[in-house]
């Protein structure tokens, strides 16, 4: 946990710097000026001086979301749509090795050596059926972005390295997987080296509750190599399995519902943001109300850096026309209109308003360190 000096407490209080410290002193602690308190000393401080500490609730989206009229799509409007795979995994046991792998498999020599990065996702063509990979780093995509009610992905990808096994955040990643109940598939990665070891990597999944099937269970592992590409192929088709099973679907005939993946200010461009669509279709000329910001699609690229006109369900397209940047994890809404879009937005950011201002009125020690 982050810590708070002497002064910033006594500033934050509204106290003088000696006030605190003469309280430290009765504590027992001899403090200077500068010196760093941590949260359990300054909120006993806080209490002394009669001051109520509370944590200062974030307002999140959802609590806003709710001016938005989301009509639930009827069953014969539903189409398949392609799976959004994220990649987890303990740090070097190859996530960015394996996109890297799984997107040269998939670009035609022409290509090869020249891919480019253009968005925070791309997609693969894997018999003929799409699969939408996304950058995000796994577990940024489970907490961040499902803190802010936002769920992206439809299956988990879980490397683990053969001859490392399971580490804290394969834990970590299992967890949030779990928690977000979204399937799991297991790429045993580094199969390549002579020290892999894979019985003992499903051993020790099975220690944590995933129970391959070779073993009884349900969770299908492959083992790859991400260095040399063995059994990647595999690996994309056990996604389709995984997805044609789970039949994920979406309604294309429905304005757009989506979430941003990543979004920047762009020098030539504007406030860019990258939108996985989840539900309907968006358009050029859209109205949009991202979070706090509104705007109008002026421009969409896909993941291959062509413009298009429309982006579907499971389609990750880069957007231009926002009045703002707004945040990952945000959802996107398509609207009927400019007007409506600036209504919402206004009310939205009233709302926040009110609320904060209610937040000020008490002091927030959690509010002092989560900004630390
Ligand atoms: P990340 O931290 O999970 O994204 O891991 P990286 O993809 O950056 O890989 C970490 C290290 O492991 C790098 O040096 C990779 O070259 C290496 N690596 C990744 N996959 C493999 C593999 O299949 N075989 C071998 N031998 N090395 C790999
Ligand atoms: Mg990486």
Redesign the pocket.
């Known amino acids: 946990k982050s810590k708070v000096t002497v002064k910033e407490l006594a500033e934050i209080m509204d106290k003088n710097v000696s006030e605190i410290i003469t309280k430290l002193i009765g504590l027992g602690i001899m403090a200077t000026i500068n010196q760093e308190l941590d949260y359990d000393t300054a909120q006993i401080i806080a209490s002394e001086f009669g001051v109520e500490v509370e944590p200062l609730e974030d307002v999140t989206m959802d609590d806003v979301i709710d001016d938005i009229e989301i009509e639930p799509d009827r069953p014969e409007d539903l189409k398949p749509r392609s799976p959004v795979v994220t ?1 987890m ?13 799984i997107r040269k498999t998939k670009v035609t020599s022409r290509e090869a050596g020249g891919i480019t990065q253009h968005i925070g996702a791309s997609e693969v063509k894997v018999n003929d059926k799409k699969i939408v990979l996304l950058d995000t ?1 796994g577990h940024e995509a489970f907490t961040s972005m499902r803190a802010r009610g936002a769920k992206v992905t439809d299956i988990a990808i879980l ?1 683990v ?3 490392d096994g399971v580490m804290p955040q394969t834990i970590e990643a299992i967890n949030h997987a779990k928690a977000a109940e979204v399937p799991i598939i297991i790429a045993i ?5 002579p020290s892999a070891n894979p019985d003992r990597v499903k051993q020790e999944l099975a220690d944590h509750g995933i129970l391959i099937e070779e073993w009884g269970g349900d969770v299908i592992s492959v083992p ?5 590409g ?1 059994n990647i192929d595999t690996l994309l088709e056990m996604i389709l399995l995984v997805a044609e099973m789970e039949e994920f679907k979406a309604n294309p005939n429905r304005k757009a519902i989506g979430t941003v993946i990543e979004a920047q200010l762009d020098v030539g461009k504007g406030s860019v943001a990258t939108i996985l669509i989840q539900n309907g279709t968006l358009k050029i000329g859209d109205s949009v109300v991202i979070g706090t910001t509104h705007g109008r699609i002026r421009a969409m690229m896909n993941d291959k850096g062509k413009r298009v006109n429309v982006a579907g369900p499971s389609t990750a397209v880069e957007i231009t026309g926002l009045s703002e940047v707004p945040e990952a994890g945000d959802q996107l809404f398509a609207v009927e209109d400019d007007k409506i879009a600036r209504a919402i937005v206004e009310k939205r950011i009233n709302k926040i308003k009110a609320e904060q201002l209610k937040a000020s009125q008490k002091i927030s020690l959690d509010a002092l360190f989560s900004q630390m």
Do not use: Q
Request: proline share 3%; hydrophobic share 40%; charged share 25%.
């Open positions: 990649v995994g303990h740090v070097d046991h190859g996530k960015t090795s394996l996109l890297d792998a780093p490397v390295a053969a001859d990665n580094k199969m390549d080296k790859v190599s991400a260095l040399n063995e």
